[in-house]
Each structure stands twice: as structure tokens, then as C-alpha cells.
């Protein structure tokens, strides 16, 4: 009976630890606000690749605001500090967050970058970055807007947090664009901080300052999503040309309304579902491409009931 008695308790402190080590494969997915659907399908995509492997579990967290650095550098602190087994995270700076990054390369703790990079001095301290190519998705985004109204005139630019790297990349390259390829004068850009509600009163005020505007750019979901409203409060939906990103509900209805005359749509469930994969191939010692193109696809009116807009609308 002794005998049994300890074999069943050897059993069970063999299933107990085997549990406890599938519980440690933590994957930390930090964003920078779960406050839009964007970020939300980057959940949905993390834990679909999550509960498809074995031994592992993606959390979801993000800070308060995309301005909310110090809430965020937290949440990649507190990660370290539970000893995860990787993070994903999308930083809101390019800067900031490097010294929480660089807490879990000395923890030996894989980071895998999504939509927003970090600044060179921090290029240590992540194995991989998945993204859009936000300067090419600026410049699809400025033809676009230059093949519907021409290449004079005034435009104006809808921007959300100064100095995130996807900000950088995405407005730079609208504004290079345009600048190379037209004579078109530029309002802007204007930070609403990705508010909604900020960017529907800073294009209310654009819109009324400058009666004349042909074109409008609303650089990411909640940018867009005002602009749009501002759009039809002012009775200038489908006057003034307008160009959005990324690609939730909301803003399926101002393309299909005419509000709007296409969206630049990035895969965030590929950004979530390839992180968090991407940060299991390090964990298995795999090697991973150092930088992985998430895609991005221009939907308008004509093709936004195709499979092609089906796979990224959300």
C-alpha cells in the first residue's frame, strides 16, 4: 500500500510539474491600446495560433491610450517579470519602449515587433519585426487619392500619434508621394492620437477652414472613422475625396456609401496569428526572417466584396 501511495503521489507531482511548465509558455501580446477593432483582430488572430499549439497561451494586453508610453513600458516590465516565454508587442514609440525590451533580452525572453518598429538602438533586443510596409501603403494610398482628383489643388492630411514608427512610415510615405508626383498643397498633418473623436473635430474644423478641399487622408481605423463623420456632419461626403486605413465595419460602410473612396486595409490577424507563431519558432530555436511583410491591400467599392478584401475586412 506504501509503495502505491507513493507512486501515486510521484504521479501526481509528475502531471502537477508537466502542467506547470505548459503554463509558463506564456506568449505576452502587448499592443498599444485595445481600444479598436484593429487591435482586437490581432487578438483574435494571436489566439487562434495560440490555442492550435500545443504547451502554450497567448495573453492580450494594451495601455490605456496609444500615448500612454509609461503604461505600456509597464505591461512589457511585468511580462519580464512573470518570466513569459516571449512577448509580441506593437510599441507606440520608437524609443521608449527599448529599455523594457532590452530587460527581456538579458531574460532571454524572444520579442517579436508587430505594426511599429523600433528605432536602431534597439535592433538588438527583437529577433523579428512583422508589418505592413507603411511607407509603400502611404504611397498606394497618395496615387489613389491623386488618381481621383488630379495633381493640383488642396489636400488634407488626418494623422494619429506623432512619432510611431508606423506614422513615420505610413505619412512620410504619403507625403513623398505627393510632393514627387503632384502640385497638390497639404493642410496638415493633424494628430488626433488615435481619438476618434478628436480626429471628427479636427476634420470639422479642416473641412470649414478650407471650403476648397478636393482630398482627405485618415491615416489609421480611428483617424479614419472620424473623418468620415465629419465628412457627412459637413454635407461633404463623396465632394471632398477621401482616403482611409485599415478596415472595420465602420469603415466598410463609409466605402460602400461613397464616404470614403477606398481603404488601405493591413492584415491584423496575420500581425497577431504570425507574432505569436513567429515568437514559438524562437522558442523552439527555430531561426525567423528578420522582417516578414504582413501585406496590405487597397479595397474600394468595386472590390471590397471580393475573397481578396474578405481575408483583411474585419
Known amino acids: 500500500m506504501k509503495q502505491l501511495l507513493s507512486t501515486l503521489i510521484a504521479a501526481t507531482l509528475v502531471a502537477a510539474s508537466s502542467l506547470a511548465m505548459a503554463a509558463d509558455k506564456e506568449i505576452a501580446v502587448i499592443v498599444k491600446t485595445t481600444n479598436s477593432d484593429f487591435w482586437q483582430n490581432v487578438k483574435k488572430g494571436s489566439n487562434d495560433a495560440a490555442s492550435k499549439a500545443k504547451g502554450y497561451t497567448a495573453t492580450f494586453q494594451g495601455a490605456a491610450s496609444d500615448t500612454d508610453l509609461a503604461g505600456q513600458v509597464a505591461l512589457v516590465e511585468n511580462a519580464v517579470n512573470r518570466k513569459v516565454a516571449g512577448i509580441v508587442l506593437a510599441p507606440s514609440d520608437p524609443d521608449a519602449l527599448i529599455p523594457a525590451m532590452k530587460k527581456a533580452w538579458e531574460a532571454k525572453i524572444p520579442v517579436v515587433l508587430i505594426d511599429s518598429a523600433a528605432s536602431d538602438a534597439g535592433k538588438a533586443y527583437y529577433q523579428s519585426f512583422l508589418a505592413t510596409d507603411n511607407k509603400a501603403a502611404g504611397e498606394m494610398s497618395a496615387k489613389t487619392l491623386i488618381d481621383k482628383i488630379g495633381t ?27 510632393k514627387k508626383h503632384s502640385k497638390l498643397q497639404i493642410v496638415g498633418p493633424f494628430y488626433s492620437n488615435s481619438q476618434m473623436g ?18 482627405i487622408f485618415g491615416a489609421n481605423e480611428p483617424t479614419a472613422i472620424g473623418m468620415g463623420r465629419a465628412l457627412v456632419q459637413a454635407g461633404k461626403a463623396g465632394k471632398v475625396v477621401a482616403i482611409g486605413f485599415d478596415g472595420n465595419a465602420d469603415l466598410q460602410g463609409f466605402v460602400k456609401d461613397g464616404t470614403i473612396e477606398a481603404i488601405a486595409v493591413q492584415s491584423a490577424y496575420e500581425m497577431g496569428n504570425l507574432g505569436v507563431k513567429t515568437v514559438m519558432e524562437l522558442v523552439e530555436g527555430k531561426k525567423v526572417p528578420a522582417f516578414r511583410d504582413t501585406g496590405v491591400l487597397m479595397v474600394n467599392k468595386k472590390n471590397i466584396d471580393s475573397p481578396a478584401a474578405k481575408n483583411v475586412l474585419y
Do not use: H, W
Not at 152 to 176: C, L, N, Q
Open 152 to 178: 493640383t489643388g488642396k489636400i488634407a492630411i488626418m494623422s494619429y500619434t506623432a512619432g510611431s514608427g508606423s506614422e513615420i512610415g505610413r505619412v512620410g510615405g504619403f507625403t513623398d508621394y505627393i
Open 198 to 215: 478628436t480626429a471628427l473635430n479636427q476634420t470639422t474644423d479642416v473641412l470649414a477652414a478650407n471650403p476648397d478641399l478636393k482630398g
